[in-house]
């Protein structure tokens, strides 16, 4: 079996999945075309279709069809997928069919079988709502559990619930790295290029996801208020977008503007584009930057500073520092765009000196308490 992707514009693609003689296979293709309907991001599309690539492999090992789930001889559609989380975790072929033994060590990581299973009963979801299909009865609710509770809380009737599927496995919560302003200065001190220390700048400064600022445009920078616009677009031609439409606009120091008044006069030139971070040299001069281009700058830049970097530690440590600074996590959630608070908690990092000093606070206030009582009690 194998995915493929097919461009029906410029910088616009869609996902296939082909069985061992090429041929589309139907259900999925539909239901691939219903996420790009409703404007699923190119890259969580391609990964669904490798998910069910896998799947359909599994079934063609066992000899059944995706749609002969709940018509078994004797296994029922528990089963069947919670054998295929076993094959996921260690597939072992033996003449065509699949033995299940025992690992040491599992090929994949219970997140990614969670991300694999999650897109296999997302698909037969959909098949249930719009064919006849019998839905899978493979799902739990329960009462949803909010990081912030009203004062009347406990006495509403129709709290909200959540729906979580029987096969869902526990795993590690996997520490979230992020870089400090001094692990930032160092990365921006080696940059050789103003355009690269633009980057960075606006995702450490501003917070902004690397597809939000490689799909920056001229007009998206307010010089005259330090303010950065972000704007969602279709079909840029670099595959960026904004993530779940989050339109806004952030804050960065005149520093910032500054830089970017060197890169224009200095690298930019007149290049006729639209876009803010351009390549500078070379064939692609004056086209967008891919993000497998930037992904290859912040590589060599940690191999310089001596850790492993990535974009997306730009965000974190910004929100990281908002936190650190006495920013509510509201306000944080606001300026970096998430729609729940519960993310916008993922992103808060405080180091042990933070922690130590807000400890030192808190006992300082213990003592002087303390001692205000003794005085008064004497």
Not at 65 to 90: A, M, R, T
Not at 210 to 217: I, K, S, T
Not at 314 to 325: D, I, M, N
Request: aromatic share 12%; hydrophobic share 35%; with cysteine.
């Amino acid at each position: 079996m194998k995915v493929q992707r097919v461009e029906i514009a410029k910088n616009k693609y869609r996902y296939l999945l082909l069985d061992d003689s090429y041929n589309i296979i139907e259900p999925v293709r539909r239901y691939l075309k219903y996420l790009d309907n409703i404007s699923r991001s190119p890259n969580t599309i391609g990964n669904y279709a490798h998910h069910l690539k896998l799947y359909f492999e599994y079934l063609q090992g066992i000899n059944l069809e995706y749609d002969q789930i709940n018509s078994h001889s004797y296994k029922g559609p528990i089963d069947i997928l919670s054998e295929f989380i076993v094959w996921l975790q260690n597939p072992i072929y033996l003449k065509d069919k699949f033995v299940y033994m025992a690992s040491p060590q599992n090929i994949r990581s219970a997140k990614t079988v969670n991300l694999i299973i999650g897109a296999v009963l997302n698909f037969y979801d959909y098949l249930a709502r719009n064919e006849k299909f019998e839905r899978l009865d493979v799902y739990k609710e329960q009462r949803k559990n909010p990081l912030f509770k009203s004062f009347l809380y406990e006495l509403v009737d129709k709290q909200k619930t959540i729906r979580s599927n029987i096969f869902h496995l526990k795993s590690e919560d996997k520490e979230i790295k992020f870089i400090n302003r001094g692990e930032f200065e160092s990365l921006k001190s080696n940059c050789i290029l103003i355009r690269d220390k633009l980057l960075l700048s606006a995702m450490f400064e501003g917070g902004l996801r690397l597809g939000e600022a490689l799909g920056l445009h001229i007009e998206d920078i307010e010089v005259w208020d330090n303010k950065i616009n972000i704007v969602p677009r279709d079909d840029l031609e670099n595959g960026v977008r904004v993530k779940n439409q989050a339109k806004g606009y952030v804050y960065v120091p005149p520093y910032f503007m500054k830089l970017f008044s060197d890169y224009v006069i200095e690298e930019y030139g007149n290049t006729d584009s639209n876009y803010v971070f351009i390549n500078l040299r070379g064939k692609t001069k004056g086209e967008p930057l891919k993000p497998i281009t930037v992904h290859k700058l912040f590589d060599r830049l940690g191999k310089k500073i001596g850790k492993k970097v990535s974009p997306h530690m730009c965000r974190h440590g910004h929100a990281t520092e908002l936190s650190e600074s006495g920013w509510s996590i509201v306000d944080i959630k606001d300026n970096l765009r998430h729609k729940q608070i519960q993310t916008t908690t993922m992103y808060m990092h405080p180091s042990d000196k933070y922690k130590m000093e807000k400890y030192k606070e808190f006992q300082e206030r213990i003592k002087k308490t303390t001692d205000e009582n003794n005085r008064r009690n004497k």
